[in-house]
């Protein structure tokens, strides 16, 4: 009897437990996610795996995600797919913002009566969006003191985050200075670039702003004009320079005449050789050329002898130094005015033949300013200057002493009606000196003239390589 009724209880305990199964099945899901919307800040990681709460008859790692979609870089809903026993799981990840920016802030002095841009008071600002930058409240800076601000950093979510600091306000009474305004010449049709070589400086204004009023300029007529640089800081304080701009013609030429001339050009003077060389160019009634440096000034006074003879003074630069000169433009004509001014104390002008250091075809200049070369070349003729290159080479350059009978061969090897022969005049070439007389005859037996460089003279041009 007690046999049929545990039989029994067996029989009905596992009809129960098959119930109990199935309706485990029915209504307990094999999947068990914590959230079925779930919110992420923007540009955080996140790990999907992490909503999985548990896992009926399997394991973790058995459950695929599909997150294709998901874009924690991004703002916006996501919907992301758990797949497990061949069901889907949809959840829908929301990324948010909700971090305010973080910012450090800076004290500054301002001049009164500037309106001053929040954005000047911070920095090092972090956000996963974008930022705008706005003070607290209004404030005026007319009065000089101390100001505590309060600046407010806010993003597009509407996160934001203040900060207080203080603004140092003081007295501004003196405009912008205006330098590079001496006087310049340019040629009649020439372009303008010499609007924009003004450079203006202000004690605390990064930015002041610089108006040219042109007056009865015109670029097309020869003469002398006057314009007027005005520069204007933040505070409102203005300075008034006038610049005196001569139009003049175009000077030198780049086409040989049919005369046969010759113009010994000597570079890097005035040297303890200048005088000998002064004394063979009388002996031959030859007239050169000298584009000097002011590197010799013990040597000055020969540059007068030598004008006072009749021979053309040039510009070689004052210092000759390729890292100096070639490293900007306004490098370039900072070491020519120089020497300009040198010069003008010394022969009471400032002449308008150049020589560029290395000639117009140098590459070395690259290696302080790309480009250099082709603006200069363009630009000093541009302000009424005319460069010489050479069509002629001596090779004197190439070493101190070098045979005297080498430098009158390469000297003597031209045959162009206008020849511009290149030699050296500086302490260590002494054999250029000694060659010069026979360089002299040899062309005057061929009917060639000796002259220096005036404003008609050919003016040879190498390719420009920079």
């Known amino acids: 009897m007690k046999m049929r009724i545990n039989k029994k209880y067996v029989f009905f305990g596992i009809i129960a437990l098959i119930c109990l199964i199935g309706v485990f099945k029915i209504f307990i899901s094999p999947l068990s996610l914590k959230d079925k919307s779930v919110e992420v800040e923007v540009k955080h990681a996140y790990n999907p795996e992490s909503n999985i709460k548990y896992v009926v008859f399997g394991d973790k790692k058995d459950v695929l995600i599909d997150r294709k979609n998901l874009d924690t870089n991004k703002i916006g809903d996501y919907e992301i797919i758990y797949k497990y026993k061949n069901k889907d799981y949809p959840v829908t990840i929301s990324v948010v913002d909700t971090t305010p920016p973080s910012f450090n802030v800076k004290e500054i002095t301002i001049e009164n009566r500037v309106k001053l841009d929040p954005k000047e008071l911070v920095k090092d600002v972090k956000d996963a969006s974008k930022t705008t930058v706005s003070f607290k409240e209004d404030y005026n800076f007319d009065d000089v003191g101390d100001y505590e601000v309060e600046v407010v950093v806010s993003d597009v979510y509407e996160n934001s985050t203040s900060k207080n600091t203080i603004v140092h306000v003081i007295e501004d009474n003196k405009g912008p200075e205006i330098k590079n305004v001496s006087a310049i010449d340019v040629v009649v049709g020439g372009d303008e670039s010499w609007e924009k070589d003004v450079i203006i400086k202000d004690d605390h204004d990064p930015n002041p702003k610089l108006i040219l009023e042109k007056g009865d300029f015109n670029p097309n007529k020869e003469g002398k004009y006057f314009v007027t640089y005005k520069a204007v800081d933040r505070a409102g304080n203005i300075s008034i320079v006038k610049r005196e701009v001569n139009v003049v013609k175009a000077i030198g030429t780049t086409s040989e005449s049919e005369e046969k001339i010759v113009y010994l050009t000597f570079d890097d003077g005035p040297s303890s050789n200048t005088k000998k060389i002064l004394d063979i160019l009388d002996k031959y009634d030859a007239k050169a050329t000298f584009f000097v440096t002011g590197n010799n000034k013990q040597y000055n006074y020969l540059i007068k002898t030598a004008h006072d003879k009749g021979h053309t003074i040039g510009l070689h630069t004052y210092t000759h130094d390729y890292a100096k000169v070639y490293k900007s433009k306004y490098s370039y004509f900072d070491d020519l005015h120089k020497l300009e001014n040198m010069l003008k104390g010394i022969i009471g002008y400032s002449p308008k ?110 390719g420009v390589n920079n």
């Open 353 to 462: 033949y150049i020589r560029f250091p290395g000639g117009s075809s140098n590459t070395i200049s690259s290696a302080y300013k790309k480009g250099i070369m082709t603006y200069l070349t363009k630009e000093v003729q541009n302000r009424g200057y005319q460069y010489y290159d050479w069509n002629c080479d001596s090779t004197d350059a190439s070493g101190n002493n070098v045979a005297v009978g080498k430098l009158v061969e390469n000297a003597t090897n031209c045959s162009e009606n206008n020849i511009n022969i290149l030699f050296h005049d500086t302490d260590a070439k002494d054999t250029t000196v000694e060659a010069l007389p026979k360089i002299i005859k040899y062309y005057k037996q061929r009917g060639y003239v000796f002259r220096a460089i005036d404003n008609n003279s050919f003016a040879p041009h190498h």
